[in-house]
């Protein structure tokens, strides 16, 4: 089989080539080429503003990749995903703010991040025990649990009574130089931006990892059809509530990350509306496809800071354009996802696979 | 006819061409660009869009008066919807745009950006007004023109204590009662609560159990039963209107008896309509003055609402509108002032803009403003307002840099 160019038709003869990330040399290559623009191109061309937009896209899609392993590939609908990210950031600032950690720790920059790892497990167990409720209900039920972990979680708990952990201005301001990763201080864009592009790597791989295992394939088949996985031997709730611990534990990643984009927080960072954005994030970009998390979060944050920019100069002769704008870009989002629906009901992911399809079968594609 | 492809071929050039001319807008003319970030749309839209429409309105003022000094402003304002991911993205594009200040709104996006805009040397400001965040050496670009809200509650506290207190039955005879209502997880809310009870210790006040009203309460029956048994003369109240307005209706339904002082957010036009009866004799703070109260300008505010917001009956604007004049001007004057020197950078408009103003008069019923090296308190005055017969009128003044003037320089500050 050439190395270099994938013939047509599969041609594989055992399953290390067939589960290769990479199966050829041309997929190889553009994978470097694609590091090339990650890690070199964007970050020296960028000014702030652009790194800006990349760290929200990067925090999008982590959170949008727990959502997407809970709804598109368990089939398990949420509408709680921001209190889940509001755990992980609480948490990893509560324990850089008020845990006594061993000098050597600090002075090593290593609190930040053994606190994400805290972090992901806390908010993993805090959305399992939302998750529980997934034993005895589905759909609409399920949403409305969910929705109950928003409530519960960030309207009463964090609000209430962890925000009040250490007083006012003290445990919840993160001065400069609080956030500290080895010898660096994260404290510019520029920063954030490397840190938040090694968060969506290594979560995109760990997730599309567990998703070709035992693990994946019962989420895939609970998904399909909950009764036949279980006819089939699957321990349904088991895989639910590992779904949800996964789903929580970046959830939780990326709430800790978030942190360092912040020189404070508070509830107010971690409104309902995040939830459900995250879903219209996922259902832009594919449900049940890793890449539709990555599309739908590019989609929904470039093309509304496009869109920002777009209109600026209608503002000379349309003075109150740029303050509406809010309400164009929420008009557009719910326009965006009646659209995809009925148009493109498998989302960007499902457009994305049929181009490289084209260019895979081209020219002689029939 | 066109084809879909031509359709589509069509809306693909008119958005690419939108682009086009948006990015290449970018590269301004000789303009003094300032960002303003206000909520239309999130949780305290309901004080949001007013504060808004406002400063678009005194932006449009300060051009057609000649501008910053024949320089107009171009001004970027752009709704966030009271989220602070968009605040922070926003806050970038301001920079990205070379907006030289910000006109920021509330204490969510003002502490979230607190330490950016000091490291980027960035004049912000905001409409919140915490005492927190007048120390320099905390906080040196974040600036605000207004009674700070510590010094709103000590005034509160004091004219009450002046105006109300001797015509109570229990005067001379024991020490008066206030309790607190505000929501304890608000750093808003919770930015005086210090200040005033040390204020109501110093005035000689027995102070009550703190009451946990939400900003978003609609019954508060149990906080006011709760505050029974204390029988407080007097209730504070630090939260937004609507909030007040529900601890108001409570409080007069449950019969507690007791006097009502509201900080400047809780206090507006809207109170009246939404308490009804129980807001007669509210007393407030308020650092501006009321629409369409006689004040210097004011006949400008209510012209520039006409000309430029004519769907928006005047009856229906508020103070807000008024506050927000008074934090544009302010910043145009700063900017007027560092213009003259030449130098339009950060340090300059803090340096050569805001810290030269030595009571300052803005007009719009505010007291003078005064910036200095060591000292972000604008004003010393707590302006204080009664609702009564349907009007609000002044009824005292409360200058604390004069009646404390050891206090107001070495030990209220930044707090």
Redesign the interface.
């Known amino acids: 089989m050439s190395t270099t160019w994938l013939p047509c038709g599969n041609y594989h003869q055992n399953y290390t080539e067939d589960h290769a990330w990479w199966q050829t040399k041309f997929i190889k290559g553009k994978m470097i080429f694609l590091a090339l623009i990650l890690f070199i191109v964007i970050p020296f061309v960028s ?7 990349c760290n ?1 896209i990067g ?1 999008t899609i982590l959170g949008a990749l727990g959502v997407q392993l809970l709804i598109g590939f368990c089939g398990q609908i949420t509408l709680g995903h921001a209190a889940f990210i509001a755990v992980g950031a609480y948490t990893s600032t509560l324990l850089i703010l008020e845990f006594p950690w061993p000098k050597f720790l600090l002075d090593w920059g290593l609190a930040y991040p053994i606190s994400i790892i805290l972090s992901a497990i806390i908010a993993g167990v805090w959305s399992v025990l939302f998750g529980l409720p997934s034993a005895r209900v589905k759909g609409f039920y399920l949403i409305l649990t969910t929705m109950a972990a928003q409530f519960v979680t960030v309207d009463l708990i964090i ?2 009574y962890i ?2 952990i250490g007083g ?2 003290q445990a919840f ?1 993160l ?2 130089g609080t956030i500290k990763v080895g010898p660096w201080v994260i ?1 510019s ?1 520029f920063k954030v931006y490397f840190m938040m592009l090694f968060f969506v790597i290594v979560c995109t791989v760990a997730m599309a990892n567990l998703l070709r295992s035992k693990v994946g394939r019962a989420w895939v088949a609970i998904r399909d059809n909950d009764i036949s996985a279980e006819v089939m031997g699957i321990n349904v709730f088991k895989y639910k509530l590992l779904a949800f611990f996964a789903a929580g534990f970046i959830g939780g990643i990326a709430g800790a990350f ?1 942190i360092s ?4 927080i ?4 971690f ?1 309902w ?1 995040w939830s459900l954005w995250l879903v219209g994030v996922i259902l832009i970009g594919g449900a049940g496809s890793i890449h539709g998390a990555i599309f739908g979060s590019l989609f929904m944050v470039v093309i509304m ?2 869109l ?6 209608l ?1 000379d002769t349309f ?1 109150k354009l ?6 164009i870009k ?1 008009a557009v989002f719910g326009l965006a996802i009646c659209a995809f629906m009925i148009f493109e009901p498998n989302g960007l992911a499902y457009r994305w696979w049929q181009i490289k399809n084209y260019f895979n079968l081209w020219p002689f594609s029939y | 006819m066109f084809t879909k492809s031509m359709w589509s071929k069509l809306l693909t050039f008119i958005f690419a061409a939108t682009l086009i001319i948006g990015f290449s807008s970018m590269a301004g003319a000789a303009v003094i660009k300032v960002g303003s970030l206000n909520d239309m749309t999130g949780a305290t839209s309901d004080v949001g869009k007013d504060y808004a429409l406002g400063i678009a309105e005194a932006i449009h003022y300060v051009n057609d008066t000649g501008g910053i000094n024949g320089k107009k402003i171009k001004l970027y304002q752009f709704d966030y919807g009271y989220r602070i991911p968009e605040a922070l993205t926003k806050y970038n594009l301001f920079k990205r745009l070379k907006c030289v200040a910000i006109l920021g709104w509330g204490t969510g996006d003002t502490e979230a950006l607190a330490p950016t805009v000091a490291r980027d040397k960035m004049p912000y400001v905001s409409a919140s007004y915490s005492g927190h965040l007048c120390k320099p050496e905390k906080t040196p670009y974040n600036l605000f023109f207004a009674t700070d809200y510590s010094t709103q509650s000590r005034g509160l506290i004091t004219a009450w204590y002046r105006k109300k207190w001797p015509t109570k039955p229990d005067y001379n005879k024991r020490k008066p009662r206030i309790a607190m209502c505000y929501m304890f997880a608000s750093p808003f809310s919770s930015a005086s609560i210090k200040a005033a009870k040390d204020q109501a210790t110093m005035l000689g006040f027995e102070i009550g159990p703190d009451q946990d009203v939400s900003l978003f309460a609609i019954d508060t029956k149990s906080q006011i039963l709760a505050l029974k048994e204390f029988k407080p003369d007097v209730l504070l109240h630090t939260n937004t209107v609507m909030s007040v307005a529900a601890t108001l209706r409570d409080s007069y339904a449950l019969e507690l008896g007791a006097d009502n002082i509201i900080k400047c957010w809780g206090y507006d036009e809207n109170l009246p309509k939404l308490a009804g009866k129980a807001a007669e004799g509210a007393i407030g703070c308020a650092p501006w003055a009321f629409f369409g109260l006689d004040v210097p300008l004011m006949d400008k505010v209510i012209e520039y609402a006409k000309k430029y917001n004519p769907g928006i009956p005047l009856e229906k604007r508020t103070i807000h509108t008024v506050q927000g004049w008074a934090s544009a001007l302010g910043l145009a004057e700063a900017l007027k002032r560092a213009d003259k020197v030449g130098d339009l950078s950060g340090p300059s408009i803090l340096k050569n803009g805001f810290e030269t103003m030595r009571g300052y008069e803005i007009g719009l019923g505010i007291a003078p403003a005064t910036f200095t090296a060591t000292d972000h308190r604008s004003q010393s005055e707590a302006k204080i307002y009664e609702y009564k017969n349907g009007k609000f009128s002044l009824i005292d003044s409360v200058d604390l840099r004069t009646e404390w003037p050891d206090k107001w320089a070495n030990e209220w500050l930044g707090w």
Do not use: C, K
């Open positions: 000014d702030s503003y652009m790194l800006s937009v929200l925090y609000t209430q925000s009040q006012r201005g301001s001065p400069p404290d864009d978030w984009n912040l020189a404070a508070s509830p107010d960072h409104p509306f800071e496009a920002q920019i777009a209109v600026m100069p503002g003075p740029l303050m509406d704008f809010l309400f929420e």
